[in-house]
């Protein structure tokens, strides 16, 4: 495929639909019901995705590039997320809940604070690969990716996976090799000034004054975390596939390095729990690597939810080159 933005939409909605089968199992599990393979969508979503439906990740990942499309920004991609929220979804975050519940900029920095500056969830991660197949390069792309991550998940671990994760893609969809694409993309998480980035986009605000304060004392703290957790996973080490932000980018990390998409993302859906996630960052990174996803997998593909934009039974490969044209017009 010529588009490798397309390619890359395309690559992790299909990884996300089959992990959307073992999502929360264990692998024990999922190797009696499946083999020791998995090559194809299945049934058994908790949640009712049937096969070839992905789930929140992609749901959302496709929302934003919807909320580019309709213009206005940092707030056109808020009012888009607002109204996939707004239709019921199978599945959705707590945090993105009550993030996206407040309907202003802040609401993650509201989320955050309530949760005791706790939380530090995959659900900016999951969707963040949406800035850079929307068009964003460079430093741009850095700023977005903080800003959009930061309108659910403010915790600077999750704002710096974030602006590694974008950078990466870049790197990686140029022809750097991964590792130094990876090494590229820490620097670039570290010349961004986030907290400045944030504030500037209205994340940050009078009423959010301990989370902007909180976030200025924790964030050197959370690039160093982020920075050790991916040179782990370039050793191919995984520590859990945990829903926890820096547990799911060090597993990707660490699966994407593989030869082919499938040895990219079959080994983060036979290893269970927050499965869908790992492997739609996994095949978000085997994208923009430019990987070949087996053929087999786009006809089916479909998001597992309707709303205002999209529809449940709409075919990904035929739907998401208007969706994408719309977003890199930005309305
Ligand atoms: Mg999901």
Known sequence: MHDPHLHTLLSLTAADALGAATEFKTPEVIRAHSGETFTDYQPGSVFGFAPGEATDDSQMTVATLLGYGRGGGLEGVLAALRDWLDAGPPDVGGLTRSALRSGTLDGGARAWAASGFQSAGNGGLMRIAAVWVAGFTGEALAREAAAVTALTHTDPRCVAASVFLTAFLEALQAGQPYREAAEAALRVMDRLDTRRTLLDAGIFGLSTQQAHTTFRDRERGARAQVRARVRSGLEGHVTSQSGFVLDTLEAAVAHARAETWLACVEPAVLLGDDSD?????????????????????????????????????????????????????RG
């Open 277 to 329: 996630t790992v492997a739609c960052v996994a095949g978000a990174v085997a994208g923009a690597r430019g990987l070949e996803l087996p053929a087999h997998l786009l006809p089916p593909l479909r998001l597992g939810h309707t709303w205002p934009g999209w529809e449940r039974d709409w075919l990904c490969t035929g739907h998401f080159p208007a969706v994408l044209k719309g977003a890199r017009d």
